[in-house]
């Protein structure tokens, strides 16, 4: 039997993106205080699942942003965004870690929800086959 898990959240602030420039002392630490603030809601969030599994070896990961508007949206960008989430579910003891021996992301889609904008990460449970890690 497989094992998922479904996280909620809001969708990532707009400074978490790589394309957010953070070129003043001011904005390095707004940037600093958001991925913060991230975390700790992916960290709630992965606590309240209960999964008693955890921390995962390994897991995959899909990514459903869902927004108000229609437009066109650049994938790599939302995924980099997510990286303080990532690591929230460390924290929370769901992933043992979040690098690619541990965490693959599968990749993001887009949907539209006026209603209730938010990024669902669904995470599946993998085999992990152990051993040496690096290239063959």
Known sequence: MTETALVVLPL?????????MTGSRG????????ARAYRELAK?????LGVESGPWARASVACSFFHGQRRRRDD?????????AYDGLVDAGLLEDDDAAHL????????????????????????FFGGRRGCL
């Open 12 to 20: 990532p602030p707009r400074i978490l993106s790589p394309n957010c």
């Open 27 to 34: 904005g390095r630490m707004a940037k600093a205080q958001a």
């Open 104 to 127: 693959t992301t599968l990749g993001a889609t887009f949907e539209l929800d006026k209603a209730a904008p938010r990024v669902e990460l669904r995470l599946e449970r993998l085999a």
């Open 44 to 48: 709630l969030a992965g606590q309240a």
């Open 76 to 84: 790599v960008n939302f995924l980099a965004s997510l990286k303080p």
